[in-house]
């Protein structure tokens, strides 16, 4: 069974940045892409950013491409999402997901397994 514990999210003004983690166990992580989405009150989850847990190859929307980095530690089963120059449109609930399969895969209905999800507010 997969678990994923995300942490990290808080209150900060704009422009500011937080560092968000995902602690995974479960099923070997081979062969699987792991994603940020985040959902915004009233609307649908979105994708934020992914990467191919072998290949290192990484994606991200283009409202965060350029302010958001995705990363892993491998050894210690651990996905990251650094948030910088952080927007008030930022605000959401972000979730971290985990998948096998193909990496262009951006759709969070593809996507197997989810963390509960952290807050994160950005004040103007």
């Known amino acids: 069974q997969v678990q994923l514990i995300e942490s990290g999210g808080g209150l900060v003004q704009a422009g500011a940045s937080l560092r968000l983690s995902c602690a995974y166990s479960?099923?070997?992580?081979?062969?699987?892409?792991m994603g940020w989405f985040r959902q915004r009150p009233g609307q649908e989850r979105e994708h934020v950013a992914r990467?191919?847990?072998?290949?290192?190859?990484?994606f991200y929307a283009d409202s965060v491409s350029g302010r958001f980095t995705i990363s892993r530690d491998g050894s210690k089963n651990m996905l990251y999402l650094q948030m910088d120059h952080l927007e008030p449109e930022d605000t959401a609930t972000y979730y971290c997901?985990?998948?096998?399969?193909?990496?262009?895969?951006?759709?969070?209905?593809?996507?197997?397994?989810w963390g509960q999800g952290t807050q994160v507010t950005v004040s103007p």
């Open positions: 997901a985990f998948r096998y399969g193909l990496e262009y895969v951006s759709d969070p209905a593809e996507f197997d397994d």
């Open positions: 479960g099923r070997s992580l081979s062969g699987s892409v």
């Open positions: 990467i191919g847990w072998n290949s290192g190859r990484t």
